[in-house]
């Protein structure tokens, strides 16, 4: 049965391609062996079906999963400044496993700033890794923020922040999303460990970052953006392609649960697109309240500078 499945998908998925010569080809045996395969006078072994799956992206997990079990991944741990740039590569690798295109729309539910905004040789940036690695090593010892710096890997995170700005993106936000930000510099700034100067170009980087997103909200036909002031956002991530999906589901600042299960991603699927119909739409609602949504964020860091 599971064979037949497996079959099944891949014939989906070559549409009048020969099924025994890509059969063939790809565990390079021949056109017989792949024939008594298809036929189902044989069976694949293991490793030829994970080959199988992995060539042309079919999660098994489909075949032996059930309405209350799933089988998911889990990215790698991060808990010291050294592990980020497996976490930057990993995200790297999700992108390039996913088949990127314009039927792909990416669902970010930013309960903080998508991460993703804050790849960059900024300030601000090197201070959302300074708090993160803060929070997530219980063992590390608070030192100033002038001291601290991170290992480079701007290359992965310029390359990841690319893939993610060239596609079809649907944001949900609310005046929220940039209140953990603005408490994690008011939190370091009293505790010393922030200097002023340091608090008011990390502010300044801040105001310039929900400018960009206000630009873009405005001009960019691929990026769209919803207020959302009825449920609480989760910083959940989901990939929707109709030929693999993928959720991202975050453990901490730096872990995500990934689930490819074709039936938990449309449910997914669904409920953003009925959190949608829940929010107000800032590309289509018109000037008015899109500077109004903007302009309680400007004002929100000018309240906070004028603060320290």
């Not at 790809?26 to 060539?55: G, V």
């Not at 923020?145 to 290359?155: A, G, K, M, N, R």
Request: hydrophobic share 35%; net charge neutral; glycine share 0%.
């Amino acid at each position: 049965m599971y064979q037949e499945l497996l079959l099944k998908e891949i014939r989906r998925k070559i549409d009048d391609k020969s099924l025994n010569d890509e059969i063939a080809n790809i565990l390079n045996i021949s056109y017989d062996a792949a024939h008594r395969r298809t036929s189902l006078k044989a069976k694949f072994s293991f490793e030829e079906a994970l080959k199988l799956a992995k060539y042309y992206q079919i999660s098994l997990n489909q075949f032996i999963t059930s309405d209350r079990q799933l089988v998911v991944q889990k990215t790698s741990t991060v808990d010291k400044t050294e592990d980020l740039q497996s976490f930057f590569q990993n995200n790297l690798s999700i992108f390039e496993s996913l088949p990127l295109s314009d039927e792909m729309t990416i669902y970010y539910s930013a309960k903080d700033i998508p991460f993703f905004y804050t790849l960059s040789d900024t300030l601000l940036s090197r201070f959302k890794i300074y708090v993160w690695m803060n929070l997530l090593n219980a063992k590390q010892v608070f030192i100033p923020f002038l001291e601290f710096s991170p290992p480079y890997f701007e290359s992965n995170t310029q390359e990841l922040k690319k893939k993610y700005e060239a596609q079809n993106v649907v944001e949900l936000w609310n005046n929220r999303t940039i209140s953990s930000i603005l408490q994690q510099i008011l939190f370091y700034y009293e505790t010393g460990l922030l200097q002023k100067n340091e608090a008011e170009i990390i502010l300044k980087e801040l105001r310039e970052l929900i400018k960009y997103v206000e630009e873009k909200t405005e001009s960019n036909p691929k990026f769209q953006l919803y207020e959302n002031e009825l449920m609480h956002l989760s910083n959940d991530i989901f990939f929707h392609h109709p030929q693999q999906s993928l959720f991202a589901i975050p453990t901490n600042m730096f872990g995500y649960i990934l689930v490819n299960d074709p039936k938990t991603c449309k449910e997914t699927y669904n409920y953003f697109e009925h959190q949608i119909k829940n929010s107000k739409s800032l590309n289509t609602s018109g000037n008015r309240d899109r500077k109004i949504f903007f302009n309680k964020m400007f004002e929100q860091i000018e309240h906070l500078k004028q603060k320290l």
